[in-house]
């Protein structure tokens, strides 16, 4: 058991074992005042009502902040534990490029290559340092939203290239075929521009695309669509993947959660993609929300943002 769960063994038992007495007391207390008001031959007077009701709410109160301690402490065992499994993947990460990247300029310094073989290990390693851009630039915008550091950037954005940009940005770097990802654009979209923060959107949809391949099966079938409505632009990106029960619809959105897989591999990631989008998202007056059938149904995510924000 980590140094910090070992901790608050101690606390917790010791916080319990406190409530219990102090019910123990207080049930104790009541059944013994009530005996003597039971065998008193005088009715008791106002005194002894108002030395019950403090005690009683004296005992009730030392309950409830010892209750609340534990609660703090629960929630504070959960942190540690979304924050250790976060390093442990934030460390996995940032390894593998990293030992990608030494084995491919060990290969292109002690080997005597084609041009092909070549350009093949400088796309391997582009990859890799995009991997790492990305994994730092998630902590890092992490850091911004915490500290309420970032501020939107309004201009004139063209929607359609931007969702173009992604989607090949998503093919290339995970390798899919043409049909992988199918784009969907409302025609009052097309040759227009949308007064939004570009930045955003960008991140919040390759986000949910590299999401959407992380939880789909070989080959993914992914949808990305857009559409105004009611004075609002909204974008959807939809698998066939491993879909959501409803306990996890609003859980994904959490810092460092990663989605449970019974019976498989648990998904690398930092856990940091859907909160980050999340965050950015609402920071437009935006709405982002996780839709699915069940289990093994797929999933929806529809973001909704105002057409224009000034």
């Given at each position: ?198 930045t955003v959107i960008e991140i919040v949809l390759r986000n949910l695309l590299d ?73 437009l007056g935006g709405t982002i929300v996780a839709e699915s059938e069940g289990l093994e ?14």
């Open positions: 058991m980590p140094r910090a769960h070992r901790s608050n063994r101690w606390p917790l038992l010791i916080g319990g074992s406190s409530i219990a007495f102090a019910i123990a007391i207080l049930v104790g207390w009541t059944v013994l005042f009530a005996s003597y008001a039971a065998e008193a031959r005088e009715s008791p007077g106002a005194g002894y009502w108002v030395i019950l009701a403090f005690g009683c709410a004296f005992l009730l109160g030392i309950i409830g902040a010892i209750g609340a301690f534990l609660v703090f402490l629960f929630k504070k065992e959960g942190l540690v534990r979304q924050q250790e499994t976060f390093i442990d993947s934030v460390t996995h990460e940032l390894r593998s490029p990293i030992a990608s990247l030494g084995l491919t300029l060990d290969t292109l310094d002690r080997r005597e290559l084609t041009d092909e073989a070549r350009r093949r290990l400088l796309d391997m390693m582009r990859a890799d340092v995009l991997r790492l851009r990305n994994y730092v630039d998630q902590v890092l915008l992490m850091s911004r939203i915490a500290e309420h550091d970032r501020v939107a950037e309004i201009s004139s954005v063209d929607l359609v290239a931007v969702i173009a940009r992604c989607v090949l940005d998503t093919r290339q770097r995970h390798a899919l075929g043409e049909d992988a990802i199918t784009v969907d654009v409302h025609a009052t979209l097309r040759d227009t521009s949308v007064a939004t923060d570009g999401n959407a391949v992380k939880y789909s099966p070989a080959p993914p079938r992914i949808t990305v669509a857009a559409r105004r409505l009611d004075g609002r632009i909204e974008l959807t990106v939809s698998d066939r993947g491993e879909g959501l029960d409803k306990r996890e619809l609003q859980r994904v959105f959490r810092r460092f959660h990663q989605v449970a897989r019974p019976g498989k591999a648990p998904v690398r990631g930092t856990g940091l993609g859907l909160h980050v989008a999340r965050e950015l998202v609402l920071g149904r797929g999933s929806t995510f529809r973001l909704s943002i105002p057409e224009s924000r000034q």
